[in-house]
């Protein structure tokens, strides 16, 4: 597997949206949902409507069973989720990112080319691939703050200096961290 960066600029990650929404709310919906939340490729592609819809609305919370994990959706995931699911009628049992030809899931080489593509066509540099969702969701919670120790429990890892070197931090880089309570 090839080594892939995180989008550390926010307005590149703008972008990116502006781009997917022209597209598909489909694909716009992939990449929040990535960059939102730090779901691996396959957990994101195997997820069935029913795990984020209650059937009268989004839920908070996503339970991914296989790794045992509870994940919050935040509010930009689930104002995208809504646009998604009012766009046409399913199944609670459909998958979520199904693809255009069948009742199946996109394939993950579907998704890198959805993800690469818009960032190629928005002059994104450097190497992009589906691992860049969760590598840009764990840069941009630990620039907000987050401990690492709390990205390295969402990641699964084992320490935090792999968690660090995964998401693109520089132990020599430079750049402030704001912790920003904001009572």
């Keep these: 597997m090839e080594y892939v960066d995180p989008i550390k600029d926010i307005q590149s990650i703008n972008e990116i949206k502006k781009e997917l929404k022209e597209q598909s709310q489909r694909d716009l919906l992939l ?3 990535g ?5 691996r490729i396959s957990d994101l592609l195997s997820l069935k409507i029913s795990d984020v819809s209650d059937g009268s609305g989004t839920k908070e919370f996503l339970e991914l ?4 994990q509870t994940i919050y959706l935040n509010h ?7 646009k998604y ?3 046409f009628n399913y199944h609670h049992d459909d998958y979520l990112f199904k693809s255009k030809k069948n009742e199946l899931p996109i394939t ?6 959805i993800i690469n593509t818009a960032a190629k066509k928005v002059g994104i540099p450097g190497k992009i691939g589906t691992h860049t969702l969760r590598k840009t969701f764990g840069y941009h ?6 401990a690492i120790s709390i ?3 969402i990641y699964q890892h084992h320490s935090s200096a792999e968690t660090l070197k995964y998401i693109g931090i520089d132990k020599h880089e430079g750049q402030m961290i704001k912790v920003d309570v904001n009572l």
């Design 35 to 39: 960059i939102n939340t730090g779901i």
């Design 151 to 153: 990205i390295k429990g």
């Design 65 to 68: 069973e296989e790794s045992q």
């Design 31 to 33: 990449f929040v949902l």
């Design 141 to 146: 919670a630990y620039r907000k703050g987050i």
């Design 85 to 87: 699911l009012g766009q």
């Design 76 to 82: 930009a995931v689930r104002v995208e989720l809504q």
């Design 108 to 113: 993950r080489q579907q998704a890198y080319r």
